[in-house]
């Protein structure tokens, strides 16, 4: 039994090929300690709706384990999960950020401050994060290192986050991290508020560097959130949700196409059938450019009558959520209405949908990432008199579009009309959350702002701008639930990538 399990969490797609340049170089410097071998294990715990990382980067680590998530990287999960990967199998855990570059003695000295009787050991003082230059300079020099004083970038003295050693049974019994936290942001304070309740953390003089990469668009978003987590938890005196899948790297379980075509029941095939035709065909990522072709075959649906009806556009970003796509497309094909147009902005760019229905067009617009990025470039395409923003994981009651329709018909002189939506814990909403409104064409401006609440944000400034009121006959309330919102936390753009 090595007496010091190593573990680092990653994601690395092809939209971040900084981490997973840095993810190598800090599996070669662990390699590079000069602790024994027989005396540490790299545990590499990769979370995407893939495994993005290369056979010869994930082979520097003595363990793999890929966990299917393709929403917004939770960080204290992937701690969890190599926790949770050797119970009993090594005395004390090291938590490493991928982009963290240790010393080359960092393991052999916290493992010793530790066999010394301290449960809690930061293996620094200081942390360099490196500029890009800098980074660069530091990647075409291993595996020797430049002397920090010719490296540039930002130093911060004790900063929370990047690495912490703990005694394994200590972690155990803390619960390990709060997987309610979603990207990265105050996840870290809170665990290590928690720790030093629990014990004194020893600490390192010496100083580590960081690795430059590129910042999500959001992540003053997550963090906002987050914020709010970590003082929810610091009331409640610092007790953490122990739900039973803590760790498990089956948290999210992937469907198979196999799953989704059971929604269909007996009207669908997976494979060409006499009497069935092509109705949806994807790609489904398996790993580094390795994908599956995945078709499903309807029963054909008699022809629609050419009607001067007005057409009503549904524009929907996706990014990964076949999972509940296909259940949120059936729920449209389906309206008692059948004049509309759906937008579907593929926002992950590579999983080649095709419907053959002609009244849904798929766009692929992966430049940017986020929701708000996605539903304005899909209401350039809107060529209907209203539209509506629906989410990926949502459901359409059959009379959502015709009610909608019918009462801009009967209030000319409105430009919005807004519904109830049902939620998940089962309360009714009505508020300007995206399924809730729609418009006339000429008012759905490609303005989505990527901000916590951007739905409201977004018909509210809408309202305000044209001097709109349920008062003044502008704005219409039914007093109807036509909706139901999934609130998925598997893959999409609600969560995280906004």
Known sequence: MRP???????????????????????????????????????????????????????????????????????????????????????????????????????????????????????????????????????????????????????????????????????????????????????????????????????????????????????????????????????????????????????????????????????????????????????????????????????KPESLLSISDAPIISIVMPTYYRLHTLLNAVDSIRTQTYPHWELILVDNAGDCNYYFADKRIHVFVDAQRRGAAYARNSGVKHATGEFVCFFDDDDVMFPKYLERLVATFQNHPEAGMIRCGMRKPDGWDNFTYATPECCLRRAYATPTWIPEHGQDQTYFKTIAQNNDWSVENGKIVVLGEVLCAAGFDPRGGLRRGDL
């Open 4 to 298: 010091l399990a190593v573990i680092v969490g990653i994601r690395a797609n092809a939209a971040e090929s900084d981490r997973a340049r840095n993810l190598k170089l800090c599996l070669e410097t662990l390699r590079a300690q000069d602790l024994s071998s027989e005396d540490f294990e790299i545990i590499l715990v990769e979370q995407d709706h893939a495994p993005q990382v290369r056979p010869e980067i994930s082979a520097l680590a003595n363990r793999y384990q890929f966990a299917y998530n393709a929403g917004p990287y939770n960080r204290g999960w992937a701690f969890n999960i190599g926790a949770k990967l050797i119970p009993g199998a090594a005395e004390y855990l090291l938590l490493l950020d991928a982009d963290v570059l240790l010393r080359r003695d960092s393991l052999r000295r916290v493992l010793e401050l530790l066999r010394a009787g301290h449960r809690a050991v930061r293996p620094y003082r200081e942390a360099l994060f490196l500029d890009r230059e800098s980074t660069e300079r530091v990647v075409a020099a291993w595996p020797e290192l430049p002397a920090h004083s010719d490296l540039g970038g930002t130093a911060f003295v004790n900063p929370m986050g990047l690495s912490i050693a703990v005694e394994a049974g200590l972690y155990e019994r803390m619960g390990g991290h709060d997987e309610r936290f979603w990207g990265w942001g105050w996840e870290d304070r809170e665990f290590w508020e928690r720790l030093e309740h629990h014990t004194e953390v020893a600490r390192l003089p010496d100083r580590i560097l960081h690795l430059h990469h590129e910042h999500s668009q959001i992540k003053e978003v997550w963090a906002a959130t987050n914020q709010s987590l970590f003082f929810e938890s610091l009331e409640s005196r610092r007790k953490i949700s122990e739900e039973p899948s803590k760790g498990d790297p089956e948290k999210y379980p992937k469907e198979s196409i196999d799953d989704l075509v059971r929604r269909f029941g007996d009207m669908a095939r997976t494979v060409p059938t006499d009497g069935y035709e092509l109705w949806f065909s994807c790609l489904i990522p398996k790993g580094p450019g390795e994908y599956s072709d995945a078709k499903i075959f309807l």
